[in-house]
């Protein structure tokens, strides 16, 4: 029997995956794991005001690929999730991210992969999404089959990026 992987196998090995076997597609009980994953998110206040509008038709991912900056992996991934805050407070764009990045560990224990979308006009997004007037697009995501995963990348030293007690 398979161990499941730890939680710092999962870390070391994500990586953002701009290369997708094209359009293969996710169970029904990958996508509930993935999706439970982001459910048991911490989010302010435990109040959990985000949804997420899951895009498994290729059509509809070819005409986000424009919406995308034109980033084309987005037409060949098996689902395209676009994270949506449901209330204006404080900590909603936060707790958005928190929730996907629960998707991107558990899709890495599951031999997926994701991309996070940075680059993408969020109005043209929530047109093709229908996306209501009073939620906010904060951020989406690419999941799906690996074609091909990169090498790991360089990362800083610890001592350039921590700085104990203040400045």
């Given at each position: 029997?398979?161990?499941?992987?730890?939680?710092?196998?999962?870390?070391?090995?994500?990586?953002?995956?701009?290369?997708?076997?094209?359009?293969?597609?996710?169970?029904?009980s990958q996508i509930v794991s993935l999706l439970d994953a982001a459910?048991?998110?911490?989010?302010?206040?435990?109040?959990?005001?985000?949804?997420?509008?899951?895009?498994?038709?290729?059509?509809?991912?070819?005409?986000?690929?424009?919406?995308?900056?034109?980033?084309?992996?987005?037409?060949?991934?098996?689902?395209?999730?676009?994270?949506?805050?449901?209330?204006?407070?404080?900590?909603?764009?936060?707790?958005?991210?928190i929730a996907l990045e629960h998707i991107a560990l558990k899709a890495?224990?599951?031999?997926?992969?994701?991309?996070?979308?940075?680059?993408?006009?969020?109005?043209?997004?929530?047109?093709?999404?229908?996306?209501?007037?009073?939620?906010?697009?904060?951020?989406?995501?690419?999941?799906?089959?690996?074609?091909?995963?990169?090498?790991?990348?360089?990362?800083?030293?610890?001592?350039?990026?921590?700085i104990r007690n203040g400045y």
């Open positions: 029997m398979v161990q499941p992987m730890g939680i710092s196998d999962c870390i070391e090995r994500r990586r953002s995956i701009r290369k997708y076997i094209k359009n293969k597609k996710l169970t029904e459910r048991l998110a911490p989010s302010s206040s435990n109040r959990q005001d985000w949804e997420m509008v899951l895009v498994e038709e290729p059509a509809v991912k070819e005409e986000l690929i424009e919406a995308c900056d034109k980033q084309t992996f987005v037409g060949d991934c098996s689902m395209f999730i676009a994270g949506i805050s449901t209330a204006e407070h404080e900590w909603s764009e936060t707790d958005v991210a890495v224990q599951m031999d997926l992969g994701t991309c996070w979308i940075g680059a993408f006009d969020k109005d043209e997004i929530s047109r093709i999404l229908n996306i209501p007037k009073n939620k906010e697009l904060v951020i989406c995501m690419t999941l799906g089959f690996p074609e091909k995963t990169p090498s790991p990348t360089t990362r800083k030293d610890l001592t350039q990026l921590i």
